[in-house]
C-alpha cells in the first residue's frame, strides 16, 4: 500500500485535522506520502515531515495553490496520484470541494467521512446524519478517501523525520478566481479543536444575547458553536453551525444552551464525551442524550454558570 | 441563458430512520419521501434567477426509477419549465450520477447547472464536484450567495473559517448550501399546471453512459445508542456533577 495524504493547512501552518487523517492513514498500513499544496508554505512542508508515521513530504509551492481552488488542487492531486492505493484527506470545506473531484478525473468512486478503517479496502461511514452506519467495501484500485476528524486520535506531531521534495508543478485552469474572503477572527480554540464546546440555539434570542454564552465560554476555555437556527437568524457566523452539514464535534464537554436537539444537529456532537443539555422545555428531545439535563431558563441559568465557575 | 437543476429524491428529513433487520439497508417501506432539502435550494434559486430575467428556461433533472418523477412534478409546480427524467432501477452512485449528468449537460448546453450540496440520506457530498471535473468546468460549491454578473457568477460560498467568495467563468456548477435562499411552497394551481409540463424520460443507455459499480455496501447497522442520563435540579448540582463525577471541568 501507498498513500498519498493532502495536507489540510493555511500556508503557514498544518492544520491538527491532518493528524487524525494520519491516524486513519496509519491504520490501513503502508507507506504515507504527504502532499503540501499551496502558495508560500515551507512551514508547513517541515512541519508535515515531523509528523510520526510520515515517510515522505511532496511540497507544490505555487501561487496557483494558494486559496485552495478546486479546480487546480484537483488537477495537480491527480497528476500526482500515480502510483498510490490510496488518497485521503481529513473532511474539511476544502477537501469536501476537492476530493470528489479528484476522485472523478480517476474515474473512481468517493468515500465520504470514514470514521473507521476496517482493511484497506473496507471502512465504516455515517449515513442518514448519523442515523445508520453503512461498512462499505471500494472496488476501485484507486480509494479516494475523506476522513471524519472527530473519529481518530491525533497522530503525533514530533517524532518523524521525512524528507521534503519539491513538485514542479503549476496547474492553473484560469477559470475561478478568488474574489475575496472574510474569515471570522477569533482567541477561542477552533471547534472542532477544543476540548469543551458550549453551543447556543434559537433559544438564545439575539446576537446580543450569545454574549451570556461567551462569559461561559471564557470561564470555560470552551469555543462556542451553534445550532442551524441560530445561524440562519444571523445570531452568529456560519462557520459556528454544528451538525448533519456543519461541523463535527466530539469534545470532552459539549454543552448545548436552547437547542431542542434535532437530528440533523445532534449528528454533529452526539460523539462528545459528557453532553449537557440547558432547556426551558423538559419534553426537549435534546435530554434524551444528555448526561447531565438541566431543565431552566437560560436567561438565568447562565448568569448563575458563570458567576459559580 | 439556460439553467439545469439536478434534483434528488429522498426519505424526508423529518423522519428518523429504523435499519432493517437484516442490516441490507434502511426501511424505505412506506416512508414519506421528498425533494432533497438542499435541491429544493438548488430549484428555488434557479427560479429567483427566472424571474429575474437572468435565465431564460429552467430544466430539471432527476436519475432514478419512475417514482422521481413525483419530485420532479414538484419541481415543475415550483417554477421549472421541463423536467428530464433518466430512469435507472436504483438511485446511482455520484460517479454514475455525475456521468449522467454530464452528457446531459452536453445535449442541453445551460449557462449554469445548480445542485444541492449533499443529499440527506448518503451525506456523500459529491456530484457537483464530480461534475464540474468530468464537464471540466468550474465550481462553486457550498454557496449561499450567487450573482450571475457579465459573463461570470460570483459565488459566496460557507467554509470551514467563514465566508469566500469566488468569480467563476460559465458554464459554471453550483451547489446550495443551507442560507442560500429560503424556498417557496407550491401553490395549487401550479401543481395542476405542472401535470402539463413536459417531462421527458430518457435512460443510460441513450445517453451512452454505462453504469459501474465502484463502491459495495456490505450492511448497515444502527449506531450505538447514547444512554439517556440524568436530570439535575440547580445550577449547583450541576458543576459538581462536572466537577466531581465527569470530570470535565
Ligand atoms: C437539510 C438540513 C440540514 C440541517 N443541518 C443542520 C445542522 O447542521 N445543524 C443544526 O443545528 N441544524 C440543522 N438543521 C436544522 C434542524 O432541523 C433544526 O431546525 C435546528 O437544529 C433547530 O435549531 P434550535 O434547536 O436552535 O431551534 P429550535 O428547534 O427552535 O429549539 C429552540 C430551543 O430553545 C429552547 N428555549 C427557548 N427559549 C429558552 C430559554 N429562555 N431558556 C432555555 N431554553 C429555551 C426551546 O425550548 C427549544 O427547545 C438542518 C435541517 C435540514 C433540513
Ligand atoms: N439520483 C440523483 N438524481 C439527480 N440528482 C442527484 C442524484 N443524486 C445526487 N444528485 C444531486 O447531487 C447533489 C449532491 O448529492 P450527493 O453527492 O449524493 O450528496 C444532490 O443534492 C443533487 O442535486
Given at each position: 500500500m501507498n498513500i498519498l495524504l493532502i495536507a489540510e493547512h493555511d500556508n503557514s501552518a498544518l492544520n491538527p485535522a491532518t493528524l487524525s487523517a494520519v491516524s486513519a492513514a496509519t491504520q490501513i498500513g503502508g507507506e504515507l506520502t504527504v502532499l503540501v499544496a499551496g502558495a508560500d508554505c515551507q512551514n508547513v512542508a517541515d512541519e508535515a515531515a515531523k509528523?510520526?508515521?510520515?515517510?515522505k513530504v511532496l511540497l507544490a509551492d505555487n501561487a496557483a495553490y494558494a486559496k485552495g481552488l478546486a479546480e487546480n488542487l484537483s488537477a495537480l492531486i491527480a497528476e500526482v496520484?500515480?502510483?498510490?492505493?490510496h488518497i485521503i484527506a481529513a473532511a474539511s470545506s476544502t477537501s469536501k470541494d476537492t476530493m470528489p473531484r479528484v476522485a472523478a478525473l480517476l474515474d473512481v468512486g468517493q468515500l465520504s467521512e470514514i470514521i473507521a478503517v476496517e482493511s484497506a479496502d473496507i471502512f465504516k461511514r455515517p449515513i442518514y446524519a448519523g442515523n445508520a452506519i453503512a461498512t462499505v467495501q471500494s472496488q476501485d484500485a484507486v480509494k479516494v478517501i475523506t476522513v471524519r476528524t472527530s473519529a481518530f486520535d491525533k497522530a503525533a506531531a514530533e517524532g518523524g523525520c521525512a524528507g521534503v521534495e519539491t513538485v514542479a508543478n503549476s496547474r492553473d485552469s484560469g477559470t475561478s478566481n478568488f474574489v475575496n474572503e472574510e474569515l471570522v477572527k477569533s482567541d477561542r480554540p477552533e471547534l472542532t479543536a477544543a476540548s469543551v464546546v458550549i453551543s447556543g440555539g434559537r433559544g438564545l434570542g439575539s446576537a446580543e444575547n450569545f454574549a451570556l454564552l461567551e462569559n461561559v465560554a471564557d470561564k470555560l476555555g470552551a469555543a462556542i458553536g451553534a445550532s442551524r437556527a441560530a445561524v440562519d437568524a444571523g445570531f452568529?457566523?456560519?462557520?459556528?453551525q454544528v451538525g448533519q452539514t456543519g461541523k463535527i464535534v466530539a469534545p470532552e464537554l459539549y454543552i448545548a444552551v436552547g437547542i431542542s436537539g434535532a437530528i440533523q444537529h445532534l449528528a454533529?456532537?452526539?460523539?462528545?464525551?459528557v453532553i449537557v443539555a440547558i432547556n426551558k422545555d423538559e419534553e426537549a428531545p435534546i435530554f434524551q442524550l444528555a448526561d447531565y439535563g438541566l431543565v431552566g431558563d437560560l436567561f438565568k441559568v447562565l448568569p448563575e454558570l458563570e458567576a459559580k465557575l | 441563458m439556460k439553467l439545469i437543476v439536478s434534483v434528488k429524491r429522498v426519505i424526508d428529513y423529518n423522519i428518523k430512520v429504523r435499519v432493517k433487520a437484516d442490516n441490507t439497508g434502511v426501511d424505505l417501506a412506506n416512508v414519506k419521501m421528498a425533494l432533497n432539502p438542499f435541491c429544493e435550494i438548488a430549484v428555488e434559486e434557479a427560479i429567483r434567477l427566472k424571474e429575474a430575467g437572468v435565465a431564460s428556461e429552467v430544466v430539471v433533472v432527476s436519475i432514478g426509477p419512475t417514482a422521481v418523477q413525483e419530485q420532479l412534478r414538484t419541481a415543475l409546480a415550483l417554477g421549472a419549465d421541463r423536467a428530464i427524467h433518466v430512469e435507472t432501477d436504483e438511485l446511482p452512485e455520484p460517479l454514475n450520477v455525475a456521468k449522467l449528468l454530464a452528457k446531459v449537460i452536453e445535449a442541453e448546453q445551460p449557462g449554469l447547472v445548480i445542485l444541492g450540496k449533499?443529499?440527506?440520506?448518503?451525506?456523500?457530498?459529491?456530484v457537483g464536484q464530480m461534475l464540474a471535473a468530468l464537464a471540466g468546468r468550474p465550481q462553486g460549491t457550498f454557496a449561499s450567495e450567487v450573482k450571475v454578473e457579465g459573463g461570470k457568477v460570483l459565488v459566496t460560498r460557507e467554509v470551514d473559517g467563514g465566508l469566500r467568495t469566488l468569480s467563476l467563468d460559465l458554464p459554471a456548477i453550483v451547489t446550495t448550501d443551507l442560507r442560500l435562499n429560503e424556498p417557496r411552497y407550491a401553490k395549487l394551481p401550479d401543481i395542476m399546471k405542472a401535470k402539463r409540463k413536459p417531462l421527458d424520460v430518457k435512460t443510460p443507455a441513450d445517453l451512452g453512459v454505462e453504469l459501474k459499480q465502484h463502491i459495495t455496501q456490505l450492511k448497515v447497522e444502527t449506531p450505538a445508542q447514547r444512554e439517556a442520563g440524568i436530570k439535575v435540579d440547580s445550577v449547583d448540582a450541576l458543576i459538581d456533577k462536572l466537577k466531581n463525577e465527569a470530570k470535565v471541568i
Open positions: 509528523v510520526s508515521g510520515v515517510s496520484a500515480t502510483g498510490y492505493s452568529v457566523s456560519n462557520d459556528l454533529g456532537m452526539k460523539e462528545s464525551k | 449533499q443529499s440527506i440520506d448518503s451525506d456523500n457530498n459529491q
